[in-house]
């Protein structure tokens, strides 16, 4: 009974937390072999969604209970309308796929809302150290994976390389991957000394993002690498301890020259080299030496190589975002204001849409211009409140590494959602971002009582 006092919302949270990447393994084996319609990952992260909102109404302030009761009560007229739309145009046809949809959509703005009351009434944050060995976790079940032959393809179909370990959303792990790295930034830039997990999880880090193959979070990583390398310098020159950065500045360079000198060989070099037309240093020329020869006779050229156009570079997301708009505009006055759902008439069958994966998109053709309104109600409500707090304290937090990266992850998040996807629309993802917008509005509070 004495244990089970001691269990609190915070640990319950950071349990939450830390089992994200089992979860994901879970709902891949569910996906899988099970069924695509329910997986043990939907109902966990559903079920933790209903115990804050409920926690929240009791322990959260007045203030915030009254705010968050107004906002459950407009989502969940939503719902029903949305519901209702669906049944009176489908009937009972896929309508688990509609409430799943609708779950997985709206659970970024029920988490962020329910989990805002709950931290500002206990002033409470999620240390960096737990999404550290989460992303530890992600990235040591890619490995394990890969070397025991069991990892899955990052693409299923075409000629693209790279394997995404045990998962199967390539682009939710790599966005994951993209928005948690920046933390081990931070502690990496705190670090006076050597700090073996904080080490050993940046070489997985590296592995992973260089294993899958895809551009945004290699993308993301050299931005991050960047921005790294720049604080480290400014340091160097600011602060009193100057050997401990230039050491990290060195050790930085290092790590970019062997990156840059490896990345040929690697399959997010691979990809790039050949969906791009770019070459990289290819420094390890020897390694062909006992290959067999073979014919380097040129062959006469089929087909002209196809310029790099935007379909390539938003991997066809442009039509998508076409057929479904097209779809959108043709829908009844009803639809477009209440979504269209998750579902559409394909030769007269009813089947599951392809969605943009442009995720402000996806939720304005799927939930309308009602739905897509009450769903960023509370994320633009955050910014809003973080921007106002941010600007009072403007210089002092250009001295803040923390509360500047904690910024450029919620720049890279948005950026994301809006180039991949499946940052906002997917629980998996959008949990670490309702986390870092309340970390850094509890930074920002205490940087407020420290003036």
């Known amino acids: 009974m004495n244990k089970l006092k001691k269990i609190t919302i915070e640990k319950i949270i950071i349990i939450y937390l830390l089992i994200q990447p089992i979860l994901d393994v879970a709902t891949s084996l569910c996906l899988e072999y099970i069924s695509p319609n329910l997986t043990l990952g939907i109902l966990i992260r559903t079920m933790f969604m209903g115990l804050i909102i409920i926690y929240s109404l009791f322990k959260a302030d007045k203030k915030n209970r009254i705010k968050s009761l107004i906002y459950y009560g407009l989502v969940g007229i939503y719902m029903c309308i949305f519901l209702f739309v669906s049944y009176s145009q489908n009937g009972t046809n896929m309508m688990l796929t509609q409430i799943k949809g609708l779950i997985k959509t709206f659970y970024f703005p029920l988490v962020l809302v329910a989990l805002y009351g709950i931290f500002n009434s206990k002033t409470m944050r999620i240390y960096n150290k737990y999404f550290i ?210 579902l559409a008439y394909q030769d007269s069958e009813l089947q599951i849409n392809k969605l943009v994966e442009i995720d402000y998109f996806d939720i304005l053709f799927s939930h309308g211009v009602i739905g897509a309104i009450i769903l960023f109600i509370p994320l633009i409500y955050m910014l809003v409140i973080l921007i106002i707090k941010t600007l009072k304290h403007v210089m002092d937090i250009l001295k803040n590494e923390e509360i500047f990266l904690y910024w450029y992850i919620i720049g890279i998040g948005l950026g994301i959602a809006l180039a991949a996807g499946h940052v906002l629309t997917a629980p998996a993802v959008s949990i670490y971002m309702v986390l870092i917008l309340l970390n850094l509005d509890a930074d920002l509070k205490k940087l407020e009582v420290n003036n």
């Open 133 to 342: 060995w989460t992303l530890a976790e992600y990235a040591l079940i890619m490995l394990i994976a890969k070397i025991a032959g069991i990892a899955y393809p990052t693409y299923k179909y075409g000629l693209n390389s790279g394997t995404v370990g045990l998962f199967y959303a390539a682009n939710e792990i790599g966005a994951i991957l993209s928005i948690i790295s920046p933390l081990l930034a931070i502690e990496l830039l705190k670090d006076k000394k050597i700090n073996i997990i904080n080490i050993l999880t940046l070489i997985l880090f590296i592995f992973s993002i260089l294993e899958m193959g895809t551009k945004v979070p290699f993308l993301a990583f050299i931005i991050l690498y960047v921005l790294f390398f720049i604080i480290c310098l400014i340091k160097t020159f600011v602060q009193k301890s100057k050997k401990i950065y230039i050491i990290k500045n060195v050790c930085t360079l290092i790590i970019g020259l062997v990156i840059l000198f490896t990345l040929a060989y690697t399959p997010v070099g691979k990809n790039i080299e050949a969906n791009y037309d770019i070459k990289f240093i290819k420094f390890i020329k020897f390694i062909n030496i006992y290959k067999p020869a073979v014919d380097e006779t040129p062959k006469p050229a089929t087909e002209e190589p196809a310029d790099i156009g935007v379909t390539e570079i938003v991997s066809g997301r442009n039509d998508l975002l076409k057929m479904n708009f097209e779809r959108y505009m043709a829908s009844n006055t009803i639809e477009k204001i209440f979504g269209n759902g998750y």
